[in-house]
């Protein structure tokens, strides 16, 4: 097998993940297109196609179908409708739930045995369908998760105190929406604990803002795709790349029978296994209450 990625749903979400995968040096070796409209996959696949001579790295680009799912590593769904200013991502469950039924039963027709990367909002939701619709093993399913609040919130802090986001240590964890949070109480700058630098308001703030960061992107631009991209392309790399690395996706919880943001072990399998998270009293309830949202969410299916 090639290092195949598929990207079905090719909107701003999926052409971000594409272009910062041909501008990165990820180890892609071959990039398939699928969408609803074949003319914009096909202008897509030509205007990436026009980048590589100034690529870092070689990649064929092309148009597809669901047969090439077959042998593909990764199958990226990013398809179906995004957020109109004051909508929540839940409030998109009903018209992206049928999509996905479909798109991944196509899929899986093809014979496809590969690692599904779902970006597609209400995020928990979408990577619990996907789940139950291809019949996979949960390690070979991973949602986007809160990997995108995670670098908004890493982004925010080191702006705040002038330090690189990677000597950030903090997370975002639970539900990609509004019950997701941030469990202060593991957080440090290097190896200092993060209240040592800012106050309980302060750190409010903080959370606030990154929870809210979409909403304000979406009025003011429509909607947001560069960060996701981005995120999209870093749980490749660690999945292409063997890695091992710590990233906050969505993940399988055996004890709630749902999918949610929290730190695991990716690696060229999917999720090796979920990394477990201490929390103190405070913290327990809101991932409570985070899991409660998505069980609710999934019921009403
Ligand atoms: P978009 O409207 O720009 O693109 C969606 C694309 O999906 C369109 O090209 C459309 O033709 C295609 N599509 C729809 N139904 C399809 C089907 N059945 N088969 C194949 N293609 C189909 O939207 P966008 O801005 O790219 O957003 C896509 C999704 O990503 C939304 O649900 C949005 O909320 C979500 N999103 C997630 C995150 C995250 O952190 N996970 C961040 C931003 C956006």
């Given at each position: 097998m090639n290092n195949k990625v598929v990207i079905i749903g090719c909107?701003?979400?999926?052409?971000?993940?594409?272009?910062?995968?041909?501008?990165?040096?990820?180890?892609?070796?071959?990039?398939v297109l699928i969408d609803l409209n074949k003319d914009r996959i096909i202008g897509e696949a030509m205007d990436l196609n026009h980048c590589l001579a100034f690529a870092p790295t070689r990649m064929q680009i092309k148009a597809g179908d669901y047969s090439d799912c077959r042998d593909a590593k990764i199958v990226c769904i990013a398809a179906g409708t995004n957020q109109?200013?004051?909508?929540?991502?839940m409030d998109l469950i009903h018209k992206n739930?049928?999509?996905?039924?479909?798109?991944?039963?196509?899929?899986?027709?093809?014979?496809?045995?590969?690692?599904?990367?779902?970006?597609?909002?209400?995020?928990?939701?979408?990577?619990?369908?996907?789940?139950?619709?291809?019949?996979?093993?949960?390690?070979?399913?991973i949602g986007s998760g809160t990997s995108l609040d995670t670098a908004r919130l890493r982004y925010i802090i080191g702006d705040r105190l002038?330090?690189?986001?990677?000597?950030?240590?903090?997370?975002?964890?639970?539900?990609?929406?509004?019950?997701?949070?941030?469990?202060?109480?593991?957080?440090s700058v290097g190896l200092q604990n993060i209240k040592d630098f800012l106050n309980d308001e302060e750190l409010n703030k903080i959370y606030i803002d990154v929870r809210d960061a979409a909403y304000d992107i979406i009025e003011r631009k429509g909607a947001t795709f560069y960060g996701i991209g981005m995120c999209l392309v870093r749980i490749t790399n660690a999945i292409l790349?063997?890695?091992?690395?710590?990233?906050?996706?969505?993940?399988?919880?055996?004890?709630?029978?749902?999918?949610?943001?929290?730190?695991?072990?990716?690696?060229?399998?999917?999720?090796?296994?979920?990394?477990?998270v201490n929390?103190?009293?405070?913290?327990?309830?809101?991932?409570?209450?985070?899991?409660?949202?998505?069980k609710d969410a999934i019921r009403k299916i």
């Open positions: 909107g701003n979400v999926g052409m971000s993940y594409a272009y910062a995968l041909l501008n990165q040096r990820s180890n892609v070796q071959e990039l109109n200013p004051g909508e929540t991502r739930s049928k999509i996905f039924e479909s798109i991944v039963k196509e899929v899986m027709n093809s014979g496809f045995n590969g690692i599904f990367l779902v970006a597609t909002n209400p995020l928990d939701i979408m990577t619990y369908l996907t789940w139950k619709y291809s019949g996979l093993p949960h390690n070979q399913i002038k330090v690189n986001p990677k000597n950030i240590h903090a997370y975002v964890i639970g539900e990609h929406g509004d019950s997701e949070f941030v469990p202060w109480s593991n957080a790349g063997d890695e091992n690395s710590i990233i906050t996706v969505s993940t399988y919880d055996k004890d709630n029978n749902i999918f949610i943001g929290l730190p695991a072990v990716i690696n060229v399998n999917g999720v090796r296994e979920k990394v477990y929390l103190n009293e405070e913290e327990e309830e809101k991932f409570q209450k985070s899991i409660d949202v998505i």
